[in-house]
Nanobody, 127 residues
Framework: QVQLVESGGGLVQAGGSLRLSCAAS????????MGWFRQAPGKEREFVAAISRSGVNTDYADFVEGRFTASRDNAGNTVYLEMNDLKPEDTALYFC????????????????????WGLGTQVTVSS
């Protein structure tokens, strides 16, 4: 069983930056495809970013528009989401997700593709 713990959220002004972290335990981290999702109040959980096992491949939601970067440290069992130029509409609870895969370059963009989830970290962007 894989456990995921997110951190790094907080309150930031529009235009500011945050770096989210997700620490994984309980599995071989380098065998996990990882993803970031978010959920705002009253809205469905939506895809933000995904990164392959190897870290070579990443995918982003259209709304990211080059502002966010996903990365991972397989030696440290951690995945990151660097968020720049934050906007009030980025306000949400951000979740880390993981799923085992045998393919080192695959990214997963759908919530149903992930078996393991963290509890989330709140990001609030003020205008």
């Amino acid at each position: 069983q894989v456990q995921l713990v997110e951190s790094g959220g907080g309150l930031v002004q529009a235009g500011g930056s945050l770096r989210l972290s997700c620490a994984a335990s309980g599995g071989t981290f380098s065998s996990l495809a990882m993803g970031w999702f978010r959920q705002a109040p009253g809205k469905e959980r939506e895809f933000v970013a995904a990164i392959s096992r190897s870290g070579v491949n990443t995918d982003y939601a259209d709304f990211v528009e080059g502002r966010f970067t996903a990365s991972r440290d397989n030696a440290g069992n951690t995945v990151y989401l660097e968020m720049n130029d934050l906007k009030p509409e980025d306000t949400a609870l951000y979740f880390c997700a993981a799923d085992f895969t045998t393919r080192p370059t695959v990214t997963k963009l759908q919530t149903h593709q992930y078996a393991f989830w963290g509890l989330g970290t709140q990001v609030t962007v003020s205008s």
